[in-house]
């Protein structure tokens, strides 16, 4: 397979256009080619020579995949399988929302997960590798609703903090001028705290950050979040306390709910004292039951005094509703096991 355009910044391509004796504007005219214009074909590149478009696509192509597959819920949630480059030949999914004049792609930067979160099934399935910079934004391209699309998270398979460079370079891509030009106000990252990385995210983007919590307490969260041990939440949050969130920039916490586990009144308040003077924002999620799991979803009325006690306090907190459950795309259950063939599916 031909190396992808897709997913390169400018000084790359610079040095592309150089290896083919064209000027360093050539890199700019194919940057505007591939994320402006979203071509599909080098050859459609009209403004470089036939010569050059030529010598281009004998090494390199657009890239991108379409999907394999494409599930809809009865709510409208939109899943996607794509195939990728990594040699384990396992696909990542990725995931449309809409809402009313919204429409939110949950992106994948993983394929599978290094962390092993007991409740969650991209984390049952292993990890087989990272995604590259043109994978990531490849699945943004290859929904074929990009133009309808209004927000990113990167809350599906895998920790994004886990692949910095490759999603760090994505996301520059998202919101650099010379790419989609998107504003990083509609970019949420999602991690479980990996607690080197947090510096480096913050003074290189602007984008919104969401932690992984699911327990006030250290040992309890362990029983259920492995990295736990590694990067404790009490560390992570002493840590969100040197940085600046009381401008446009949210800090949110993800709080699944277990019955019996970590939705008491006891886990409320210290889930309060925890978060205490921290500008920030709290979304409760209903657990989505899985096999083998011994754990189940809270009940209603356990929910909703969870939350209304921690709003009381004056802690903003919201449930967030579930979506595309009936085909397997709710938070946690995204997990691919199928091999794919990148070399069977004609790129993007």
Not at 201 to 207: D, G, L, P, S, V
Request: proline fraction near 4%.
């Amino acid at each position: 397979m031909k190396e992808w355009l897709l997913g390169k910044n400018p000084d790359q391509l610079k040095q592309i256009a150089a290896s083919y004796g064209l000027p360093s504007f050539a890199a700019g005219q194919v940057a505007n080619w591939v994320y402006g214009r979203h071509v599909r074909e080098i050859e459609q590149m009209t403004n470089l020579s036939k010569t050059a478009r030529e010598k281009l696509a004998e090494t390199y192509q657009v890239g991108g995949f379409e999907p394999l597959q494409v599930q809809v819920a009865a709510d409208g949630t939109k899943k996607y399988l794509f195939p990728t480059l990594c040699g384990s030949g396992i696909g990542v999914e990725a995931v449309m929302i809409p809402e009313g004049d919204r429409a939110t792609l949950c992106l994948s930067s993983q394929v599978g997960c290094k962390l092993g979160c007991s409740f969650c099934m991209t984390g049952r399935m292993g990890f087989a590798g990272n995604l590259t910079a043109g994978e990531i934004v490849g699945q943004f391209l290859g929904t074929g609703e990009t133009d309808r699309l209004t927000n990113i998270v990167y809350m599906g398979m895998g920790e994004p903090l886990n692949n910095w460079d490759q999603v760090l370079r994505s996301l520059e891509i998202f919101t650099s001028d010379w790419g989609f030009a998107w504003s990083p106000r509609r970019i949420t990252v999602s991690t479980s705290g990996i607690l080197p990385v947090l510096d480096d995210f913050m003074a290189k983007t602007q984008a919104h950050l969401a932690i992984s919590l699911h327990s006030p307490y250290d040992e309890q969260r362990a029983q259920i979040m492995p990295v736990q041990k590694a990067y404790p939440i009490s560390s992570v949050i002493r840590k969100l306390r040197q940085y600046d969130f009381s401008g446009q920039r949210r800090l949110s916490f993800e709080y699944i709910l277990f019955e019996g586990f970590n939705d008491t009144q006891r886990h409320a308040a210290a889930l309060l004292q925890l978060l205490r003077g921290l500008e920030c924002r709290v979304n409760l999620i209903r657990f989505h039951a899985i096999e083998d799991f011994p754990m189940r979803p809270s009940s209603e009325p356990a929910v909703n005094a969870f939350m209304a006690r921690l709003n009381k306090a004056g802690q903003v907190a919201t449930v967030r509703a579930s979506r595309g459950e009936d085909i397997l795309a709710a938070c946690g259950q995204l997990s691919v096991k199928k091999k794919t063939n990148p070399d069977a599916t004609r790129g993007i």
